[in-house]
């Protein structure tokens, strides 16, 4: 893996509990940082693993895997979310590489 290949920007958010005018607590979305990233490409063979191919196309869609840099200002969770080109992921996997510490892979999947 390159440094070079990450060329994309995705944004980290984070849900905080905020006081509107009334007093009442709500959730705000709030962007804790701003990363680069790599967007990491499905392969043929796993387009073929299923045998609804059709269904596959649309879960894949809406799948979103990154790789980051391992460190970050902001340690990355799976509670946060991600905005990546306009539209909001949930994030439910996170893999550190925490033998060589250089790069962390993100799987997130599209929030509506």
Do not use: W
């Amino acid at each position: 893996m390159k440094a070079r290949r990450l060329n994309n920007r995705v944004e980290i958010i984070e849900v905080q509990k905020k006081k509107n005018s009334e007093g009442k607590a709500v959730d705000v979305d709030v962007v804790v940082n701003t990363i680069f990233c790599e967007v990491i490409k499905s392969t043929i063979k796993e387009f073929k693993t299923t045998s609804d191919v059709s269904q596959d196309l649309n879960v894949r869609r809406n799948n979103l895997n990154l790789i980051v840099r391992y460190q970050q200002k902001v340690e990355i969770e799976s509670d946060m979310k991600l905005r990546f080109k306009g539209h909001i992921y949930k994030i439910n996997n996170i893999e550190p590489n925490h033998q060589d510490q250089d790069y962390t892979m993100i799987g997130a999947e599209f929030y509506e």
